[in-house]
């Protein structure tokens, strides 16, 4: 179990340019959830897959962002033209499970994105 | 819709002095509360899963408990290793797979 890991750690990008961000989850989870975090908060979910189906996607996820999971495995969410409120810590996460069970989820430890 | 509410926002103790953390909450049917530990530029780590009213769960100085309306995290004889933000999240029936997270409580212990 390597954990949930993400790239890039941290990206500083200029407003209006788009940045992606990478997630590979825990190897066996069959489920991936994209979560924002701003200072002093606490997460807020994005958008959830099922092995590649996006079943769940937040109102918060304008449609500047957009995320995939080609292959069941790792995923990625693009953020085009990018605001300075998109600032923020992009967390990815995993669990396995089917149908309504709740295993807890493990997060990786974040990209930072700053938009100047 | 879901809500966590988590108080006290901050937190200081001294190393031994123990305390508890609270969690309210609302939520359209509750399939599970979460308890979470979160380190300065980590991820959030898993500590326990809550499921009905009167249950508990233990794992070191750290103990949560749950009610129909709350969920308190009791740490006893704490160290200054257990500093870190407690986050505490629902899941609803209406939510499917989504948690609502509260804001944090940021704890800090003292040597």
């Known amino acids: 179990d390597t954990g949930v890991s993400q790239d890039p750690r941290h990206k500083i990008t200029k407003r209006g340019q788009n940045v992606t961000f990478r997630c590979d989850p825990i190897s066996e989870h069959n489920r991936l959830y994209w979560y924002r975090q701003t200072l002093g908060q606490g997460p807020e979910f994005l958008t959830y897959?099922?092995?590649?189906?996006?079943?769940?996607k937040s109102r918060l996820l304008s449609d500047r962002f957009s995320a995939e999971r080609p292959k069941g495995s790792f995923s990625t969410l693009e953020i085009q033209r990018t605001e300075q409120g998109d600032s923020a810590m992009y967390l990815c996460?995993?669990?396995?499970?089917?149908?309504?069970?709740?295993?807890?989820?493990?997060f990786g430890n974040g990209t930072r994105l700053t938009v100047t | 819709e879901d809500q966590v509410t988590q108080s006290p926002e901050a937190l200081r103790l001294q190393e031994g002095e123990s305390s508890s953390l609270n969690c309210s909450y609302t939520v359209s049917g509750l399939r599970g509360l979460f308890w979470y530990r979160q380190d300065p530029g980590k991820g959030p780590e898993f500590l326990f899963t809550?499921?009905?009213a009167g249950e508990e769960k233990e794992k070191e100085r750290l103990k949560a408990t749950l009610t129909k309306k709350e969920s308190f995290l009791h740490i006893t004889a704490p160290k200054p290793e257990d500093s870190a933000t407690y986050l505490c999240a629902v899941q609803g029936v209406q939510g499917a797979q989504k948690l609502v997270f509260g804001q944090g409580t940021r704890l800090t212990i003292n040597p």
């Open positions: 809550l499921y009905s």
């Open positions: 996460a995993s669990s396995l499970g089917q149908g309504l069970d709740n295993s807890p989820l493990h």
């Open positions: 897959f099922q092995n590649e189906a996006q079943l769940e």
